[in-house]
């Protein structure tokens, strides 16, 4: 069960609130989000009175949550979460279209690429820098000085940048130059990553593991809201299967399942999640049609020059098409939005 | 290497042209398909001289195919196959929505469930008879009543009935009756049924089965297909996975992937795709982004009472508010079509 | 919940039982097993008294069953259930060893296994004639005369022999011959093919899908026991995963867990099961730890001239090796049982 | 392609092969191992001859590598590597037993456990002090408080310990205290953390990840001996699949699959395989049959009190069972080896 107080708690009411649990022997447990205090106990050790607790003029709402997850809960907070990065909402009614390469590689391919992402509508630049590969003999992104090109490429362009951290250290220094911190599906639960960007001012941007369960997934979320950072955006990117005609199996269904439970915003990356650039353009419609609040699309100039996953990255013609598309598609959706029946 | 020849082959040609392989010591193999003969042989065995075979007057196309399936590949087939069944066509530009309840249940039950897909724009009627379950104790289907049942549906509102095949011994019985012929997952690789619809006069709509891979779900087809029947209609209905917030996890990813090597339709099944009515809508419409050529959803007056996946079934509400939606969707996929920038 | 009667039930006593139930509007599903009948009834829906049932005479037992298998049970018939054929017990403690070619190919092929195979203490052979293959033009057994090689193997070595069922129409032809008829992957799920070979008078072999649960791979042997057909021997193959190192993944917790709840034996295709010849003698060893009664393994006399599945049969030296290491480790595992502490 | 060095290379001879390479504008990539250095080079860009470089003093061998890991490939170290501590080898010919409870709780669980383990023939003593938990809300381990306690066992009983890191900062206080680091299947390509084990001092030992392929779970290896770590141990402890009789499936057919391809040692860990303590004796067994040259078992003194799963540990009477039967077993396999057949 969940006590949520008044915004401006007053810490003797808070302190005669928690004796009154004491004095029955209940562990209760506080978790500050924003400027609220919630107080955490389990009711099933209790013959706690609901009314009794609701007296107490410190106390704004008692909710009561079966499930792991809190902070990260819809009971909790009703409302979406909208994460506004350099004005532009994430979470709100217009899908946010994040893209970039997999890595930047040098100052010509980045800057290239981000005036192609900004002319066609693109809202965010994507670039990797500290790449996590799978082999320590592959490509393992340009670093510090990445981080300067991708800079550079939004000091030229005005887009709001996001690259991925892979080690708690680099945070000081990349919060600094980027907009939005992206931790990857391989650190989804390296919970000591998840704590440092809950310690971070930017928005956190949490990948699926490639074999997480939507609790599991929530859950890591839940780990980075504990340290005060409210500003999450999920990313759906394709599971591990059996299929062999896609890289993963991208699992749209999490979308409109996981926006029933929780407010924060989740989008969908079609390129890592199908692995083949001649699949993205379908997957990106579906993933806007199932709901998701945003995609985030590989482009390159030369994919087939690309230094790491040449085969999903699309070409400059492919993007524009691409969005093209996607945006008649958000038109529809809007247009849709206002003329739908009441359910 | 697969030889085409021409609509009137003439015997004594093709003797001549089988002769030359013959003694070369080269085994072929004889399909028949439509009004065509085609002849297969290995490529990789033989020194055989493309030029040389193409000079045979016989003799319309050489294509060289090096996937495991054939009839059913775009290679030897270019344009979409379209199956018609009372003036509906499947796999055209236009999306079907065959809807109707899990199994059949008493003929109120058919008949107000046709009514209702009729009254919203649905365009065939499914309704189990013949119930593969995974529990013998489970209700098995009404059977040969079912079938009169179903019939009756189609008989007060006009719409073609689609239902399940699941003995070799029933068809001569169904066919009479059914419009389409439904080879469920579990039997996507009972090789004997397979057969036998292939020599079946109606439509097949052949579900993937759970675990079936790409190649896998083709193959079954091609055996339709071999036996003469080129009526076929593929159908992802989600494959299993370690997820659980849904009972299986739909691969839309599949759709674009198979629409580009084989001129068979496809159509999704989002109610058994997710297993849960309140994710249909969002995948319905997510399907036909991918590039759906249908979809199949089950409906029913009153879930609760159903006799077989209640938590699936939308009601007629729910229902009503999925077709208002999917046919604005389908109006803007053919708007757009008409005005997108050429590729 | 389920009533055992007593052997010899006396059809007037159960009248009068029936008529108890049908008083109080509980409806009963009657099944036969073996000599007794077992009335089955759901609990949840009555206030039925067990003491008041008890004391009808015809009652032996009442068994509280909430699983959805009944007659494959172990709560039902607790002792093991052990199955005899040609003086082979399956079951019992000594683990069986089924071996042979993926199909048979010809006289020779078959008549050399067979005598591998008796000659290093295997006990049944093995051997396909009706293939389900997933390519119409794979090679698909010789069938028919497939049968009759394999029997000719039978009678010149005395091993009794098993064969796959594809099709229910063959099965008063292969029973003639065959003395375990095997279920196939495939067809875990074509519940016709199951109620087919469960009112047959052989043994049957059941395979577990490539994506059954245990509870899905218990209720298919639940199909053939309700017809009548008592002798099921389930076998595990493998799974489908993500992993590529081995063609399936051995599922073999599934045995100690299986044999929990069932009173079948179960047995491991380790060749199936992985795919690979190279790790056929772990596994098998692996298999046998794990607690399975027999192991099911192909063997040919040239792997590299075999029709189908060439990486995964054993050539006969590597089967000899194999048999050395199994029959050591059995001999281990009965000197085990008998000094082994009371648990 | 690898050139192994002589072990006292000689850097004059060292820079003379550089400049070869340079010259023909070929890439060279240098790799110390222990007291080796390696020299890679794609052999594909290049028309090197394999001679003339043997011809150069300073290169011991040649080797042909294609698979993307180099160091913990058997092709370059074909002995079996065998890790000490405390005198304790892993890797050899007898099994090590690894047990002890999940967590560490308090002074008392932690000492009895360890001498329940050595009592019963164990080897090192588990006890996880920084617990990655899925939930926030979980125990998240006494954490340096806890090191201590398992310290103190260690004193006590003399047995090595070994604790999984969850995070670089905490391996130098770690380091002091434990004999072996244990890298968690959450961390499996947490790379900034392998790394970092990969410039300790202490052996580690590397779970696999719940969805690793074989090469994904030696490319993690790699990460960690390419730093100078050469001691480490593969631990398979389950991968997650649709099943649902148990936790994970434990795939054992990496066992012998791994031990092919690489010199490291493979153990098994039955508790987090299966997640039910009911089945950890017949996957013990299997794994031992399989190959492994370990386990690692989680046993607790009051499995019910356990603070983390509490459902896979043993209790005291069936550890003692479980240790009773391993031990017989690894007997027989000590004899068997002894008195096999040439292969």
């Given amino acids: 069960m969940l006590i949520v107080l008044k915004e401006r708690d007053n810490s003797e009411e808070l302190d005669r609130l928690l004796s009154y649990f004491n004095k029955r022997g209940?562990?209760?447990?506080?978790?500050?989000?924003?400027?609220?205090?919630?107080?955490?106990?389990?009711?099933?050790d209790s013959n706690v009175d609901k009314k009794q607790i609701m007296s107490f003029p410190v106390v704004d709402r008692v909710i009561d949550?079966?499930?792991?997850?809190?902070?990260?809960?819809?009971?909790?907070?009703?409302?979406?979460?909208?994460?506004?990065t350099n004005n532009i909402p994430i979470g709100g009614d217009a899908p946010v279209i994040i893209a970039g390469p997999c890595s930047v590689e040098n100052e010509r391919q980045i800057i290239d690429t981000a005036w192609i992402v900004k002319e066609h509508g693109g809202h965010i630049l994507r670039g990797g820098v500290f790449k996590p590969r799978t082999s320590p003999y592959s490509f393992q992104g340009l670093r510090k000085e990445g981080i300067h090109l991708l800079f550079k490429a939004k000091q030229e362009t005005g887009l709001p940048i996001i690259s991925e951290v892979v080690d708690s250290g680099d945070i000081p220094y990349l919060e600094k130059y980027v907009d939005i911190l992206q931790v990857g599906s391989r650190n989804m639960q390296n919970y000591e990553l998840l704590k440092a960007v809950g310690r971070a001012d930017k928005p956190v941007l949490l990948k699926r593991a490639m074999s997480a369960t939507l609790n599991e997934f929530l859950m890591s979320a839940e780990y980075i809201m504990m340290e005060g950072n409210r500003q999450i955006i999920l990313c759906e990117r394709g599971i591990r299967t059996f299929t062999d005609h896609s890289r993963n199996t991208l699992d749209l269904s999490i979308v409109p399942a996981i926006k029933q439970i929780t407010h924060l915003p989740i989008i969908v990356d079609p390129s890592h999640g199908t692995g083949r650039s001649d699949l993205v353009e379908s997957m990106s419609l579906a993933a806007l049609a199932a709901g998701a609040q945003g995609l985030m699309i590989?482009?390159?100039?030369?994919?087939?020059?690309?230094?790491?996953?040449?085969?999903?990255?699309?070409?400059?013609?492919?993007?524009?098409?691409?969005?093209?598309?996607?945006?008649?598609?958000?038109?529809?959706?809007?247009?849709y939005a206002n003329h739908s029946p009441a359910y």
Same sequence: chains 1, 2, 3, 4.
């Fill in 26 to 44: 209940i562990e209760t447990y506080l978790i500050k989000s924003d400027n609220r205090t919630i107080i955490e106990f389990s009711s099933e």
């Fill in 298 to 335: 590989e482009v390159h100039p030369e994919p087939q020059q690309s230094l790491s996953d040449a085969n999903q990255a699309l070409n400059p013609l492919q993007f524009s098409n691409l969005m093209h598309k996607v945006q008649h598609f958000i038109e529809w959706q809007k247009a």
């Fill in 65 to 84: 949550i079966k499930d792991p997850f809190r902070l990260v809960n819809r009971k909790l907070i009703e409302k979406d979460t909208i994460i506004e």
